[in-house]
Nanobody
């Protein structure tokens, strides 16, 4: 089994920054691509960013390009999401996800590409 634990959420003013962390534990050798998703009340879960395991290929949704950076430290089994220039539209519960198996997903920002999920960490941006 695989466990994901997010941390680093909080409340910031518009223009501020936060860094989210996701610690992966358990049968980690059976996972590859990892991603961050977010979900606001009444909205569908949205893929924010993803990163592959071996070659660190990243994918971002358009609304965060140039502001968010996803990275990973395989030695620590941890994935990060650095969020800069935050705005109120970024307010959401942020979830970490990991894909089971060795294949890279065709749709790295779609929820169905991922097997394991964390419990989420809340990010609130005030204007």
């Amino acid at each position: 089994q695989v466990q994901l634990v997010e941390s680093g959420g909080g409340s910031v003013q518009a223009g501020g920054s936060l860094r989210l962390s996701c610690a992966l534990s358990g049968y980690t050798s059976n996972t590859n691509t990892m991603a961050w998703f977010r979900q606001s009340p009444g909205k569908e879960r949205e893929g924010v960013a993803s990163i592959t395991t071996l070659d660190y290929i990243t994918t971002y949704t358009d609304s965060v390009k140039g502001r968010f950076t996803i990275s990973r430290d395989n030695a620590k089994n941890t994935v990060y999401l650095q969020m800069n220039s935050l705005n109120p539209e970024d307010t959401a519960m942020y979830y970490c996800a990991a894909r089971r198996g060795g294949s890279v997903p065709v749709s790295p920002l779609h929820p169905y590409s991922y097997t394991y999920w964390g419990q989420g960490t809340q990010v609130t941006v005030s204007s």
